[in-house]
């Protein structure tokens, strides 16, 4: 995969702050966020803003589609861009097919996550290479595993945390 690193701050400034909103990210770009396990993907639709598929990526209850600030996409991890060169939709008409999907809320780990939607909206077809590496590789998949596992476990804790604040 080619995949281009991008800054996570810009003079002291989080990449995605409103103050840098205007970053110079081509519209339509697959951006990926390392996570502890695994990537989450994005479609960049432009003014700072990222079309995903939330899935379990900051709760512990599946999010639907949305559409939210780079910063929040982010969350502290840095990003990069995923070079699609055989991508049939581009620009614009990515953005177009990413957002005519706001909304869905039919996450599934192994057949409709966030890279299935990214690879639906750049290539018209719904595949992950992470799922297809994990189902080819045992370990691999063992290990995305017990990350997945430990990360929904930690969520479901601050979850509960932040509810028993709340009453």
Not at 11 to 30: F, N
Not at 42 to 69: K, T
Not at 108 to 126: D, K, Q
């Amino acid at each position: 995969m080619n995949t281009i690193s991008l800054p996570t701050s810009s003079e002291g400034r989080d990449v995605g702050s409103s103050e840098t909103s205007t970053i110079d990210l081509p519209i339509g770009a697959h951006l990926v966020t390392q996570r502890r396990g695994y990537e989450h993907h994005g479609i960049y639709v432009g003014n700072g803003r990222v079309v995903h598929y939330a899935g379990f990526a900051s709760s512990a209850h599946r999010g639907p589609v949305e559409e939210v600030e780079l910063n929040r996409f982010a969350a502290g991890h840095p990003l990069t861009i995923r070079s699609t060169p055989s991508a049939r939709y581009v620009g614009d008409e990515a953005v177009r097919r990413a957002r005519s999907r706001l909304g869905e809320n039919h996450y599934r780990l192994l057949t409709n996550n966030c890279e299935h939607f990214c690879a639906w909206c750049l290539l018209g077809e719904s595949r992950s290479e992470q799922v297809h590496c994990c189902l080819r590789h045992p370990r691999a998949g063992m290990h995305t595993l017990v990350c997945l596992v430990k990360a929904f476990v930690e969520r479901a804790a601050n979850d509960g945390q932040i509810a028993a604040q709340l009453a």
